[in-house]
Structures are given as C-alpha cells and as structure tokens.
C-alpha cells in the first residue's frame, strides 16, 4: 500500500505541474474546449487522489480549510443559476427565472470554480516536501519567463502566427489574446521572483539567478504596454520593502539609539512607504481607468475573428463601464445579478449606441459586487480573513527559504489584487489557476517537510 500512495502522490502532483504548464499555451485556456479539458484532467487526478485517501487514510492538511468559503461561493453561484421565480407575462408556460442573468454561465463558471477548488486542495495535499514546493514556485516562474520570451520574439519578429494568431497583435502578448492578462501571469511570477531575491538564501547565487529573470519579466511588462500591471508592479515592489523593512533592520543592526527610537524611526519609515502605495494605487486606478476599451472586446466568450478590428470601437473608457456596473450594483444589492451574467445585466444600466456591450466590469471587485450582491462579496472576505491568518503563520516559518517563497507568493498575490482594480486577469483559466498556486505556496509552506540539503537559491 505505501508503494501504491507513493506512485499516485508522484502522479497526482506531476500531472498538476503539467497542468499547470499545458494551460497557459492556448490563450491562457479561455476557449470552452480548452476549459472543458482542463476541467477534465482535474477531475481524473481529484479521483487518484480521493484513491490515495482511501488506500492511505492519513490526515488532510490544516490549510484546507481554506477552501470552505471558496466552497460555499460555489454553491451560492449553482443557487444563482436555480430556475426559482415565475416569470411574469412569460410566452412561454410556467417558464421560470433565475437569479442569474445567464443561468448557462453561472453553470459554467461554478464547475471551473469547483475545478480550481479541487486543484487547490491536490496542491495543498501533495505539496508536502521542501523539493515538491521548489517545484512548484520554479514551474510558476518558468512558465512566466518562457512566455515573456516569446512575447518579446514575436513582438521583435513581428510574426501574427507561430502556431498562435492573435485577433489583433495591438491588443495581445505572447500567447494572450489581451496584453493585461499577460500581465497578471508575469505580476505573480514577478512577486516569487522578488521574494526569492531578496530572502532566499544567505549566499549571493540568488543574485546570479533570480535578477536577470526579475529585469526579464519588468522589460517584458514595459513592452507588453500594459498599464494596469506597470502601476500594479510598481505597488508590488512597494509591499515588498515595507513587509521586509529594509532601513529598520539595518537601524537595528548598527545603531546604538535606544529601543524606543528605532522603534519610532522605523514606523516612520513604513508608514511613509504606505503613504507612497496609497499615492502610486491612487494615480494608477486614475491613470488606467481613462483608458478606452476597444468595442470588440474579447468578443463575447472569446471568438477569435476579426470581426470589428477595423476602426469598430466605441470611446468607452472603464470609468464609463465603473458607473454603470455601479448603477447595477445599486439596482440588485444582496444577491447580484448571478455569476457570468454580467454581460447580460449591465445592458440595462450601459448607456451606449449598443456596438459595444461590456463583457466584464474592468474590475474585479465591482463585478464581484455586481454578480454577487452582499452575499458572494462575504463569502470572499471570509475567504481572505482566513488567507491573511494562515499567511502571516507561513511568514514564521523556521526555514529561510519558506519564508523567502511564502513572501513572494503574497507579493505576487498582492499584486494581482491591485491589478484586478482596472482588469479582470484571473477570469482566465491560466491565471487563476497559477493564483491557486500562490495561494498554496503561502498556506502550505509552514507545514513543509524540510529536507537535509544545502542551502540554494
């Protein structure tokens, strides 16, 4: 029995590397064939591991409890998506409604919910070694690093093809149909990246390794030309000085002062950085959300033509689509307008000629107001309340390595909360499954089996 545990832990934790890696190739996985194949091969490798919980009976790690909120989130969608009102006038008999605007996407987007819930709760089980959550953080960054190359080869090259074509190589990156999602992959990688650098081992080698893949990724973001993960960016390297607290530490270690004023000169010298991020968060959501959205936007579910890609566009900027989304979230406060409905409810509230329909609010926690109501929003506070707790305990850990990896996966994770103010990057399935690797790599990282070795970067 133990050989067989062995064989599916190797199994089950490899396949959701490749997983991981095969994912991001086709357009970051938007299309439904694509999602219906990672949703698949996640569903096959919860079985193995539902096999190997039979056959071994060991314990579930503490951070799966995570996924309760995360859990209930989904059910409250499927409740969404439930035909339970009459329909008022209706031609069609005894036709009922939903709470969703579109009961087929709240469906949809539930079962890839409850995908990434099942690889998150893999992840957390059989990233169980120190050699395993290497992995897992090196994967993440090489993904990060092997598409900012092939951006930055095909922006050179010019090329609309290699295997790829975009609808249009203005709007698009590497192989991302919009440059913003390219963003959000290269801010997560970016954070582990930084957090390895500055705390990932007492030796120099980090430097040789870890900061010319840093100065990769930032020109690859200049480059791309998206603002939203610039400012984002910026605002990570500012978390990140403030976590590690670089001048109260070296006050600490040379200065004879008493106690009590480095204490004070060290909180004036956070609070001076917070002040700076609140500065950078505020100019870069006015920055960004002036921007004008092109009118074909994604095209509905992402079909990839070339329908309207010349000259079709609308001046929508997102403070346009803000308001709306607002006047949206004012109209249906407690249960929203159903998860994925979005497209179909903002029609009402949307004052436009009608070529252009938003497809997404251009921020995430608008929407999430908008497809939730004060319900769906809980359950995600309740989700990051018990984040922030498990989080700040893998800050801890004794090894310098974890901590190094812990801090940047929440860099990398704080980053795509700012982002996420003017895009929408973790609606795509790539994305938001590299974000549930972050997630674990901050949560598991303090129950991590550490293993006799030297140290590395």
């Known amino acids: 029995m133990p050989s067989i545990s062995r064989l599916l832990g190797r199994v089950i934790f490899y396949g959701l590397l490749a997983t991981i890696v095969l994912s991001a190739i086709p357009y970051g996985t938007v299309q439904l064939p694509w999602i219906a194949l990672f949703e698949c091969a996640v569903f096959v490798l919860g079985l193995l591991g539902l096999l190997d919980l039979l056959l071994t009976k060991a314990p579930l790690p503490t951070g799966i409890s995570l996924a309760a909120p995360v859990a209930a989130l989904c059910l409250f969608i499927l409740f969404q998506a439930l035909p339970l009102f009459a329909a008022p006038d209706a031609l069609i008999p005894k036709m009922r409604l939903s709470i969703s605007a579109d009961r087929f996407s709240s469906l949809q987007l539930a079962v890839k919910l409850f995908a990434l819930i099942v690889a998150g709760i893999l992840l957390l089980r059989y990233a169980q070694t120190e050699t395993r959550l290497r992995a897992l953080v090196y994967v993440v960054i090489a993904i990060a690093v092997t598409s900012a190359l092939f951006g930055l080869v095909r922006q050179g090259t010019q090329s609309p093809g290699w295997l790829l074509p975009l609808p249009n190589g203005a709007r698009g990156f590497a192989q991302f149909v919009n440059r913003n999602h390219f963003g959000f992959l290269v801010e997560m990688a970016l954070g582990l990246t930084l957090g390895l650098l500055v705390r990932g081992s007492h030796g120099y080698q980090r430097f040789a390794v870890f900061l010319p893949v840093a100065a990769l990724l930032w020109v690859a973001l200049i480059i791309s030309n998206s603002r939203g993960a610039i400012f984002a960016s910026l605002c990570q390297v500012l978390f990140l000085v403030i976590m590690i607290d670089p001048l109260r530490r070296l006050s600490e270690r040379t200065s004879a002062r008493p106690l009590f004023r480095r204490a004070v000169g060290g909180f004036a010298v956070r609070a001076a950085l917070i002040v700076s991020l609140i500065a950078v968060f505020g100019y870069g959501v006015s920055w960004v959300g002036g921007e004008t959205v092109v009118s074909n936007f994604e095209l509905a579910g992402y079909s990839f033509t070339q329908q309207g890609a010349q000259g079709n566009r609308e001046n929508v900027s997102r403070r346009d689509i803000w308001s ?25 509230y949307h004052n436009a000629s009608g070529t252009y329909t938003p497809q997404e609010a251009h921020n995430d926690y608008l929407e999430l107001l908008a497809s939730g109501g004060l319900i769906g929003s809980a359950l995600v506070v309740w989700f ?74």
């Open 324 to 348: 709306s989304t607002w006047q949206l979230i004012k109209a249906r406060p407690i249960m929203g307008s159903g998860f994925g409905g979005y497209w179909i409810a903002i029609t009402k």
């Open 384 to 457: 990051v309340v018990r984040f922030v707790k498990t989080a700040h305990q893998t800050l801890r850990a004794p090894d310098p390595w974890i901590r190094a990896a812990a801090l940047g996966a929440i860099t990398g994770i704080f980053g795509v909360m700012i982002h996420s103010f003017v895009d929408f990057g973790l609606h795509v399935t790539s994305n938001a499954l590299m974000f549930c690797a972050l997630i674990v790599i901050a949560t598991r990282a303090s129950e991590i089996q550490i293993e006799t070795r030297q140290d590395l970067v």
